[in-house]
């Protein structure tokens, strides 16, 4: 295939209108909401002296309510216009960004505030994570599912580049309330875009999802081993390792002692290697394998153990770029996995759980690392989190290789019987 060939394949949901214009708007508002991130951190670390516990709690408000609320907001995914939906959602994370942003710049902020706003976006996140993730089967024809969803991938760590290197640089001139304003301003991007996408041309299917879906679903689950598998082992990786909004703050404040836009340089380094393991997955068009699943996971969990031991400032930049692309390889080839692995009548439900797992997890996680910083050093904290990660790899490598044994010596006996 000739370089010309290949750039087309990577970016063939590109050539669909309403997908440019969503993608466009979501890098804009994504790329603001990184840099909100990046200042609400930084804010927290300077108003509690350096609190790995205060910047958990923070982490922990802003995850929580999609670990409580993520289903209910899939249901209404299920039941109102998406894009109205989006749009109502991106326009309340504005207001909330805004009335943060004024707060601080007011002198009036306390950690409270930034525990609430952080609450209040949960809550708009898990209403527009599944809207968003559905969205994405509207918005073009079903063989380029695969290549859209890897290319939102892509434009969500271009953004974590973006974001946390021009917070870093933003700060220094107009503090950490006026990112904060840049980032209700982005949204109004996003809902442009939403605006200007032709509803005619939308991939629309009249059927609703019936009640009691999601028992089915988890019952749809359980019984393949093959999905469970790569969602067990899901939910333990981004449970402990998945926790770079604690570790890298305190790794720029604690390690290196060093300011703002380092901590973005540190935030970007990650997000650019996230970037190429995400084009990475743009070419792909059938179903990764276990073994693949396994072996991401396993490059991700030695990855964020040598960049806990990483000596210097310039080792650590180049440890978190290669722990950001085993990161988003793991997550990818997780997430084709399951969702390529489920028939189309689960498939909705069957991400719902993705989801879930995947991000509802966070608020124990980045409590859990908060604990450990504070106990063994941020250092400490990233080991411990390698380890873990590992160990549930062997384990799954185990699970895996005693499933695939009890298939093989069940295919005689199958073979047998159908030849009475």
Known sequence: MTRTGLLADMTASLRVRNFRLFALGQVASVTGTWMMFTAQDWLV?????????????????????????????????????????????????????????????????????????????????????????SFISELVDAPLVPNASALSAAYFNVARVLGPATAGLLIGFVDVGGVMLLNAVSYLFTVAGLRSVRTSELHRTEGRRERGGVVEGLRYVGKRGHLSLSLALTAVVTLAGFNFQVTLPLLASTVFHTDASAF??????????????????????????????????????????????????????????????????????????????????HRGRVMALYTLISQGTTPFGALLTGWLADQWGVRGALMASGSVCLSAVLVAWGISLARHGREESAAPTRVALERR
């Open 264 to 345: 973005g340089l540190l935030t970007a380094a990650m997000a650019a290697g996230s970037l190429l393991g995400a084009m990475a997955t743009t070419v792909r068009r059938g179903r990764p394998s276990e073994r693949a699943v396994l072996a991401t996971a396993a490059s991700f969990a030695v990855l964020v153990t040598l960049s806990g031991l990483a000596p210097t400032f310039t080792t650590a930049l180049l440890g978190l770029g290669l722990t950001g692309c085993a990161m988003v390889a793991f997550a990818q080839s997780s997430n084709h996995r399951v969702q390529l692995g489920s028939d189309p009548a």
């Open 45 to 133: 670390l300077r108003m509690t002296g350096a609190s790995a516990s205060a910047l958990g709690v923070v982490t922990a408000a802003q995850f929580t309510p999609v670990l409580l609320m993520t289903l209910a907001g899939g249901a209404m995914a299920d039941r109102l216009d998406k894009r109205r939906l989006l749009m109502a959602a991106n326009s309340m994370s504005a207001l909330l960004a805004l009335a943060l942003g004024l707060t601080v710049l007011s002198g009036r902020a306390g950690l409270w505030h930034i525990i609430a706003c952080a609450a209040g976006t949960g809550v708009v996140n898990a209403v527009e994570i599944p809207a968003r993730m």
